[in-house]
């Protein structure tokens, strides 16, 4: 063969190579972009990119989250690249969608009204995985029926009793348990005892057959909802499928149970908040029916499980780090025994007397920022936020994270300083945490003050040491040091 005809082999490659470069760079932009850029002035797309066919931005998000463990990067690398708009363009989670980041625009979305019906729930799996009825589905005057139910089982007094009462003798046997183990794994501790919490203030259940099958089928579940949506045997979308199955099962068969109880015995009512929501009634004596009574009651555990157990493993793990912080909460901690027998539980007074405790619990779930971002979905075509289109049918990620962090509203960000809540007022938009507006958290009263009780009895009696003290953190799917917070664990001398 000829030299020349060697160089001309070479140009072709280079020039397909190119050619589908270009094709991979530019497809998802004129797929989803095309003819938008024309829409009337004042409303253009935002700034960004669309990223590579099928998989979008995808791979940066994953180099931020889960390689290079800088989360935050991903907002940071935006705002260099595209000004700080506060409102890109993207293609995440196999869709196209409008990341937000600005406190102002965040708090124009998530307090968007029904009447406005701009934004719909927007969870990528949502249905099937979470339950048609769930109220992290549904929308509109449906969602705000679920809600006022939910409110009632979550906030009245007889909940709050309800969850003391069972939280704190879990909490105790637990420490115990620990320090006879000696070494433990915070993360997969905190874990196992909120799922066990969790599971008894909501149904009741306490056989450790069922509970284990249960964590089994919600680790499922989780991993689906976290996975592509491919209904395939062999992938975690369809094994979620079948997790969700068997937990509807389980929880519809409880209900029947106590329907047939009701009928025969009345006395015999359960005390958690499953009967609650069964008995609840709005304002025109209407109850939920039964899919939504299953359906929320897999939703509540869902919401519940893994977001406060992690809040109690960094709990153990800033504590140790910061133990001037220790000796104010073990300080507030011996003054609140003092005016208590002394195996006497917690009471509903004693937590609204706790102020430091408080303040710690709320530091300690800033920096956990276990949700980074809130999923919404566009369901009108006129949407413009900021002279921004927002197109019908793309989803939203709402980006709280990185404003929790952001030195602007928290001088300091990555300190512990639970002073920073010493009279401490965050203008809308800017903690987010518990989200807000319409779907603001039912359970972030719960989480507050399972946080608070897991806080008292810990600094109580025990102390801990973390084996691996200089540890990276690990952010998919949630914020945790990498080793879990390995640690030494024993009785306070
Ligand atoms: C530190 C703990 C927690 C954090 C950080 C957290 C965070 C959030 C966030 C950000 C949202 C808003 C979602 C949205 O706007 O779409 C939310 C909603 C929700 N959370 Fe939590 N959560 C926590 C604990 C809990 C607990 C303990 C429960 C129940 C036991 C719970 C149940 C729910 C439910 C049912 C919703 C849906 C509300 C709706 O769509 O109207 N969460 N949570």
Redesign the pocket.
Known sequence: MELHDNYGIGAFFVVVLSFFAWFMLRFNEWRFVRGMHKAAAGTRLPPGSMGLPLLGEMIDFLRCFKYSKTPDLFIAKRKIRYGDTGVYRTHLFGSPAILTCSPEVNKEI?HSSIEEGKFS?GWPSSGLLLGSSS??VVDGLL?KRL?RH?MEAFNSPKALALHLASAQPMFISALEQWVSKGKIVAYNETKAITFRN?CDV?VSFKSKTLLDTMEADYRGLMAGLRAMTINVPGTAFHHAINCRKNLNRIIAEELRERKLMCTTDHEKKHDDFMQILIDSTDADGNKLGEAEVID?IV???L??YE??S??MTWALYYLAKYPHVLDKLKEETRSIRMHKPEDELLMAEDIKSMKYTAKVAEEL?RL?N??PF???KVVRDDVVINGYKFPKNWRVLVW?RSIHVDSQYFPDPLAFDPDRWENFKAKPGIY????SG???????N??RT?VMMFLHHLCLNYRWELLNPDAGFAYQPHPKPEDGAEMAFGRAT
């Open positions: 998530l729930a109220v992290g969602h809600r939910l969790i909501l929320n939703a509540l555990i919401g519940g977001s406060t992690d809040v779930i956990s276990v949700s809130i999923f919404r709280i987010s945490v518990f989200g319409q779907r603001y958290c039912v359970g972030n719960f989480a399972q």
